[in-house]
Nanobody, 122 residues
């Protein structure tokens, strides 16, 4: 069974940085992608970035482009989300997810981690 475990969330001041980690275990298909999603209180879950496992192609939501960077370490089976220049509106529970990119590009995924809280506040 494919499993995902997020870590690295916490409290940070506006303008600060955090790096989230997603440890991946179990079988994945060649065309699978790992994505980062977030859900703020009272709002719908939002896809913000993903990386295609086969070739490392990356994609970003416009609101985080230039501030967030997704990357992978294949030897450690881990995907990272480096978050810089954080804003209060980035406050949310962040989830990593896995599925075929053809599905994830529409904001859906079959496999999810438990989530990690990111709070950006003075």
């Amino acid at each position: 069974q494919l499993q995902l475990v997020e870590s690295g969330g916490g409290l940070v001041q506006p303008g600060g940085s955090l790096r989230l980690s997603c440890a991946v275990s179990g079988f994945t298909l060649d065309d699978y992608a790992i994505g980062w999603f977030r859900q703020a209180p009272g709002k719908e879950r939002e896809a913000i970035s993903c990386i295609v496992l086969s070739d490392g192609s990356t994609y970003y939501k416009d609101s985080v482009k230039g501030r967030f960077t997704i990357s992978r370490d294949n030897a450690k089976n881990t995907v990272y989300l480096q978050m810089n220049s954080l804003k209060p509106e980035d406050t949310a529970v962040y989830y990593c997810a896995a599925d075929r990119y053809s599905k994830m590009r529409f904001g859906a995924a079959d496999y999810w981690g438990q989530g990690t809280q990111v709070t950006v506040s003075s």
